[in-house]
């Protein structure tokens, strides 16, 4: 399943690529606006064609605001967020991307979405922290959240690009 949709804009006669999560069918419809665009993309070599790759990727803070508050919102309901607060008991529980190569070793900050301070074995509502060093994209692609969180990021957002203005 495709994650992240890059689309090119052009606008005054220049060509931009954006990074969206809408699919094809709602971007064409809402256009490249708000909290829809992950980020923008460098034109490649001449050619044409995106470069997907950290290197020139300009993030839309708008749309890491908003990532960051659906997060919150949404991830104390996910099961291994859950779960992992219970063994811990006392602490803080890191929302991890899921791209990263190895969750359960030491995890790169770029890959560490988040965090939600723990008691007694349960997320204290109003905790969350967003990790300083998180990256939408790095070496290893794109943010992959839980299959869960993303759905409602991706829901949301074409609730939001459908809306009537």
């Known amino acids: 399943m495709e994650r992240v949709f890059v689309f090119t804009v052009w606008e005054s006669g220049e060509a931009t690529d954006y990074a969206t999560v809408l699919p094809p069918e709602v971007f064409s419809k809402a256009g490249a606006a708000g909290e829809a665009i992950v980020g923008a993309l460098p034109r490649g070599g001449g050619n044409g064609d995106a470069s997907v790759s950290p290197e020139g990727f300009v993030p839309n803070e708008v749309f890491s ?13 996910i099961p291994s967020i859950q779960a992992e607060a219970e063994r811990i008991g006392n602490g803080w529980v890191s929302v991890i991307d899921r791209r990263t190569p190895n969750p359960k070793g030491p995890v790169p900050p770029e890959d560490i979405i988040g965090a939600f301070q723990v008691t007694a074995g349960r997320v204290v509502p109003g905790s969350y922290v967003a990790g300083e060093g998180y990256r939408l994209l790095t070496e290893r692609g794109f943010f992959h959240l839980d299959d869960g969180l993303h759905k409602k990021l991706v829901d949301e957002l074409i609730a939001r690009a459908t809306q009537a203005p």
Do not use: G, I, W
């Open 65 to 77: 605001r908003f990532l960051h508050s659906l997060v919150a919102e949404h991830a104390p309901s």
